[in-house]
């Protein structure tokens, strides 16, 4: 029920309600995004304050120019046998959520989620820290495990939920947790990595040691409170931290707006807190793997955090539970100006004559048998639904230490129903 104006001379208060741009079945044209030719942003040195440079956060960091050149102050300069590992790493990150997806489909999993079109995001940063840098990613970074060589058949494990799951089943698939490969258990509560992350930076430096953290998260939760007080430690203490913001466009089926987006970009968030901001074009890897090794450069020498933005697009679903035709046009993914980042990595290795279509073929078939071999070698261990579970009894370990009384009871009430009803699964 409206209220009576209290100042009838005065046009009515009224809010803005973001609305994408565009929705099914509308034609697509992203020309009003603003992309800045490649090698034209600045580098500033990792000491400057972070002041001298708040433009960064207002433009594209970009390496890779449209003929697959490498171009600009950001170039990394790798070696030919680097681009073409870190090819295969987001190669195969690919042919990994395709399977997985496909197992999905087929009911051999509840859930999982594509990082299709982000993969430099995740595969870029991995080769640019330190093998013992500790990362705190979201649910959509997959590729640093990979790259870290964090065996393919363990994550299987963990996705299927099955009797070689390290995890005991106690995670929802794809929420991986490798402390040895640097890669802190990942949480479905959106960015509450981010101060997780800050605090482990700080531990690391009153410790004295050299190592630093990263974490992800995504544009969307960007909005959650958890990014701002992590963002306000991070500042006041200068810690050893690279926050990461992976901007695809979308949570679920509410597009950047709501987060934020037309006001400003994520990357200026830093600006607010005098944190180092970076813009980077996110479907670049040469351009992911330069910032990230500037921001790791920066918390090393006590300089303090960086905020990255990537500028990406999430070209499939949520997640297997998503449908995303329901809320978005279909040409979308095809019109996004960046291009998607395995096709510009290889361009650019074919330009410099390091590699070539045939190769890149060959390379994709190679990988996708090796996917397939890792499937076969970890549904040994059990599918969902089908035998080979963690143990019934194994549900109330790994919390305490010492079991409490009320949790020794229930578990034997558990057991002892299991045992009467006869259930197969009641036996270990
Ligand atoms: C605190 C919290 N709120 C809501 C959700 C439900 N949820 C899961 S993923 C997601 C979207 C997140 O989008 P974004 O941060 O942009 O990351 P993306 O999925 O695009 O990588 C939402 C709303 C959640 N898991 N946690
Ligand atoms: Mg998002």
């Known amino acids: 029920m409206a209220s009576e104006p209290v100042r009838a001379n005065m046009p009515p208060l009224s809010l803005h309600v973001p609305e994408p741009k565009f929705r099914p079945g509308d034609p697509v044209d992203f020309a009003d995004v603003d992309v800045p030719p490649a090698g034209s942003a600045r580098r500033p040195d990792t000491a400057e304050p972070a002041g001298r440079f708040t433009e960064l956060a207002y433009t594209l960091v970009r390496v890779l120019d449209e003929e697959g050149g490498a171009v600009g102050p950001w170039d990394p300069k790798l070696s030919p046998d680097r681009l073409r590992e870190m090819l295969r790493a987001m190669a195969l990150t690919r042919a990994f959520d395709e399977r997985m ?35 705190f990613p979201s649910y959509r970074q997959q590729g640093i495990l990979i790259s870290r060589g964090y065996p393919l058949v363990e994550m299987m494990n963990q996705i299927y939920s099955n009797s070689g799951d390290k995890l005991g089943g106690k995670q929802l698939p794809i929420m991986y947790s490798a402390k040895d490969h640097g890669f802190f258990s990942i949480s479905g509560n959106l960015a509450t990595q981010y101060p997780q992350a800050v605090g482990w930076a700080m531990a690391s430096a009153v410790k004295g040691d050299s190592r630093i953290a990263a974490t992800w998260c995504g544009e969307g939760s960007t ?21 990461n913001v992976v901007n695809n466009q979308w949570a679920i089926s509410s597009f950047s707006g709501f987060a934020g987006a037309e006001a400003t970009t994520f990357a200026a ?24 090794q500037w921001a790791a450069e920066r918390a090393r020498t006590n300089q303090g955090p960086t905020l990255i933005e990537h500028f990406t697009y999430r070209a499939e679903g949520h997640s297997t539970s998503d449908d995303p035709s329901a809320y978005r046009s279909a040409g979308e993914p095809n019109a996004w100006p960046l291009g998607d980042p395995i096709r510009r990595l290889r361009d650019h290795l074919i330009a410099l004559g390091e590699w070539d279509e045939e190769r890149h073929e060959r390379q994709d078939k190679e990988l996708a048998a090796h996917v397939r071999d890792c499937q076969k070698e970890a549904e040994k261990n059990g599918i969902l639904g089908h035998g080979l579970h963690q143990p019934l009894d194994s549900l109330f370990d790994g919390v305490f230490e010492d079991m409490p009384w009320h949790l020794r009871e229930q ?6 129903e299991e045992e009467a009803s006869g259930r197969p699964w009641a036996r270990k």
Do not use: W
């Open 223 to 243: 909005a959650e409170g958890d990014f701002h007080s992590a963002c306000t430690f991070a500042s006041v203490y200068r810690a050893p931290v690279v926050m």
């Open 411 to 416: 578990r034997q009430m558990m057991l002892d």
């Open 101 to 135: 997806f496909r197992a999905q489909r087929q009911g051999k999993t509840s859930f999982y989620m594509k990082s299709t079109g982000e993969e430099a995001v995740s595969v870029a940063a991995a080769f640019a820290m330190d093998r013992d840098d500790m990362c």
């Open 269 to 292: 968030r830093a600006v607010g807190y005098g944190i180092a901001g970076l813009r980077v074009d996110g479907n670049d890897a040469l351009a992911v793997y330069a910032a990230t």
